[in-house]
């Protein structure tokens, strides 16, 4: 049986009001900016010749915008914050923490914490190099051991990517959840195969994801 959340009960909760801290806070229109920029920038490359999905994107923004950078200067994370470019930052590892994944470890979190709306991180290594994603679980199929994520779709509960008659374009792999890798996820930091490149920038979607981590627990 597979288990799927309410989406409009989760959108409400996922995208709820906070409450505003505007300019009491010298770092939040800084941040604001920043987030504004980098989104609209995506938009414009995006290529969408949707009208509909651009507007609702459009008027959604500034409240997207104004949770991120709430969160951001409101909430204690083991992460630093780089308001100048609007993202989390933190030191970079030398290797990527998703290219070790225990199968047994990664079994046992999830036959325990898989849950709609869990923020999970996806290791995804292309010709390109690799970095590690967050995406959220939006279907659980406990029968078969295995989670649908929003983004990159079925995982089974070992990390292992399951696709059904798709081509797999890049390598895949649901991650256990741990301080290294979601540090890692959260500062956008990628990889070469011989050493550190320059930090992605994360998608809006994946800042608002980034703000519904438990540090304690992942759960």
């Given at each position: 049986?597979?288990?799927?959340?309410?989406?409009?009960?989760?959108?409400?909760?996922?995208?709820?009001?906070?409450?505003?801290?505007?300019?009491?806070?010298?770092?939040?229109?800084?941040?604001?900016?920043?987030?504004?920029?980098?989104?609209?920038?995506?938009?414009?490359?995006a290529?969408?010749?949707?009208n509909?999905?651009?507007?609702?994107?459009?008027?959604?923004?500034?409240h997207?915008?104004?949770?991120?950078?709430?969160?951001?200067?409101?909430?204690?994370?083991?992460?630093?914050?780089?308001?100048?470019?609007?993202?989390?930052?933190?030191?970079?590892?030398?290797?990527?923490?998703g290219?070790?994944?225990?199968?047994?470890?990664?079994?046992?979190?999830?036959?325990?914490?898989?849950?709609?709306?869990?923020?999970?991180?996806?290791?995804?290594?292309?010709?390109?190099?690799?970095?590690?994603?967050?995406?959220?679980?939006?279907?659980?199929?406990?029968?078969?051991?295995?989670?649908?994520?929003n983004?990159?779709?079925?995982?089974?509960?070992?990390g292992?990517?399951?696709?059904?008659?798709?081509?797999?374009?890049?390598?895949?792999?649901?991650?256990?959840?741990?301080?290294?890798?979601m540090?890692?996820?959260?500062?956008?930091?990628?990889?070469?195969?011989?050493?550190?490149?320059?930090?992605?920038?994360?998608?809006?979607?994946?800042?608002?994801?980034?703000?519904?981590?438990?540090?304690?627990?992942?759960?």
């Amino acid at each position: 049986m597979i288990k799927e959340g309410n989406s409009t009960h989760g959108q409400t909760g996922f995208f709820s009001d906070t409450g505003e801290l505007g300019g009491r806070h010298h770092q939040f229109t800084e941040i604001c900016t920043a987030l504004y920029e980098r989104e609209l920038i995506g938009l414009a490359h995006a290529g969408s010749t949707n009208n509909t999905i651009l507007k609702r994107r459009l008027s959604g923004l500034p409240h997207h915008v104004r949770s991120v950078a709430r969160y951001l200067v409101a909430n204690p994370t083991p992460l630093s914050i780089d308001t100048h470019n609007g993202s989390w930052y933190s030191k970079q590892a030398g290797k990527c923490p998703g290219l070790k994944n225990d199968e047994e470890k990664t079994l046992a979190w999830f036959l325990k914490h898989a849950d709609y709306g869990v923020v999970v991180p996806v290791f995804v290594q292309s010709l390109e190099g690799m970095h590690i994603e967050l995406d959220s679980i939006d279907k659980v199929d406990a029968d078969n051991n295995r989670i649908h994520v929003n983004r990159h779709g079925w995982f089974l509960y070992n990390g292992s990517q399951y696709a059904e008659n798709a081509a797999i374009h890049d390598e895949k792999q649901l991650s256990k959840p741990t301080k290294a890798v979601m540090t890692a996820a959260c500062c956008g930091h990628a990889w070469n195969y011989k050493s550190k490149i320059s930090p992605r920038s994360l998608s809006l979607r994946e800042m608002r994801l980034s703000t519904q981590i438990n540090w304690k627990t992942f759960t």
